[in-house]
């Protein structure tokens, strides 16, 4: 719990044009890793250090009402000042696991603590609570019963998704959630994604095929549909069959009203593509939706690293190389020491260091060519794209914020 955050996302710019830090809350911590972005997971390593493990079965650090009274406070001064600051709720748990610990002590459980937290967000409307989860499965089961036709306007849903199936996987459960706000925190983005703006439908009442040859159901719910050259639209159902839909059997749904990138920090730090970032910005800009870029990651292009550095840690291979001669004749043309790490990484996230088989590193993929990448660290990788910051909000969460207002943290 951090009544200041460094995290840029949770910033929110004031009606009379200041720019408030947001803060952080847990209900609880500890927490067990679902999928690939978990690999190297900040707040388990940083549990570590406070004696909370991670993993099914570890218990979890509940708090007493000091921690919880916090809300109530910061919601008086916000509302003292006229102002709305932003939570981000769970950076060191998921708000929405499924677990059935119980504290042998004070009987606290997660269902408790959950309970907790939603009766506070309704108590306290000058905080905006951006909840994020890797479980947006459970965001609806485990709201109350009296949010199910809509959410409170102070709460954001939010989920992660790292790469393509992951997204496609947690859309169809975020975009079920009735909240005002709904995004999606791409950090850290592991390959490109295809957002699917305009593809997103949901069927009010399953739907049914009874053709022989095609038997299929598609339960209520929303999907992603696909669309043939002649526009009509298909559902892919739980068999793997897809079953055609008709304009009166679905409803179109809007995408998420914001998205956020960035690259993975820390010393065992997976490279991504820059591509993929500008690829979810350009799909952002041209469908209207907010988009936020964090930060870089512990990787920079070579291309963008300073004249003043190439001497020190590499000069980059003339493209003539590249198109004339042998690997072997790289490999050699290469054979220097490097004070960072040095290698490619293509679009589909293969990364070749500069100490092994180069076969295939400049293979184009999707129209995109590897990307030769240096390590330099989070901070001097930055957090541009195109040479400007991307800090776009939602309008509930404040709007976009301003150039040079953030640092990468």
Not at 57 to 64: A, G, Q, S, V
Not at 251 to 277: C, K, L, M, Q, Y
Not at 291 to 306: C, L, T
Not at 354 to 363: M, R, S, V, W
Request: charged content about 20%.
């Amino acid at each position: 719990m951090g009544e200041i955050t460094e995290i840029g996302w949770t910033a929110r710019h004031q009606h009379d044009g200041t720019v408030l830090k947001g803060a952080t809350f847990n209900p609880w911590h500890g927490c067990v890793e679902v999928s690939p972005a978990c690999a190297h997971c900040y707040a388990r390593e940083l549990g570590a250090r406070f004696g909370t493990a991670w993993g099914r079965n570890e218990p979890r650090k509940f708090f007493p009402d000091k921690h919880w009274n916090h809300l109530q406070r910061w919601d008086k001064a916000m509302r003292a000042k006229g102002y709305i600051k932003n939570i981000f709720v769970a950076s060191m748990s998921d708000l929405f696991e499924d677990n059935d610990y119980a504290d042998p002590e004070t009987g606290q459980t997660l269902d408790s603590e959950r309970g907790r937290f939603f009766q506070i967000v309704e108590q306290t409307p000058n905080l905006m609570y951006l909840l994020l989860t890797k479980r947006p499965e459970n965001m609806t089961r485990m709201a109350p019963a009296h949010w199910a036709d809509a959410w409170p306007p102070n709460v954001a849903a939010m989920t992660t998704a790292e790469n393509q199936k992951y997204y496609d996987l947690r859309m169809l459960h975020l975009l079920a959630v009735p909240a005002a706000v709904r995004g999606v925190s791409m950090e850290p983005l592991l390959g490109p994604v295809d957002l699917g703006f305009g593809d997103w439908i949901r069927l009010p009442v399953g739907v049914r095929s009874d053709i022989p040859f095609n038997a299929a159901y598609a339960p209520a719910g929303v999907y992603r549909a696909q669309r043939n050259p002649y526009g009509a639209l298909s559902v892919v159902v739980t068999n793997g069959k897809l079953l055609g839909v008709t304009p009166d059997e679905y409803e179109v749904v809007s995408n998420a009203d914001w998205f956020i990138t960035g690259g993975e920090s820390g010393p065992n730090a997976r490279v991504s593509h820059p591509h993929w970032f500008a690829g979810i910005r350009d799909q952002c800009e041209a469908a209207g939706a907010s988009f936020f870029h964090k930060q870089n990651g512990e990787w920079k292009p070579i291309s963008e690293m300073p004249e003043s550095e190439y001497e020190t840690y590499y000069k980059p291979w003339p493209a003539a190389l590249l198109r004339q001669y042998s690997e072997s004749y790289l490999r050699e043309f290469a054979s220097r020491e490097y004070k960072v790490p040095v290698g490619v990484v293509d679009y589909h996230g293969k990364f070749y260091s500069i100490d092994g088989p180069l076969t295939g590193a400049f293979e184009v993929i999707d129209g995109h060519v590897g990307m030769q990448m240096y390590r330099t660290g989070k901070h001097e990788a930055g957090r541009l794209i195109g040479g400007r910051e991307w800090n776009g909000m939602p309008a509930a969460l404040g709007g976009d914020l301003p150039q040079t207002a953030l640092t990468t943290a």
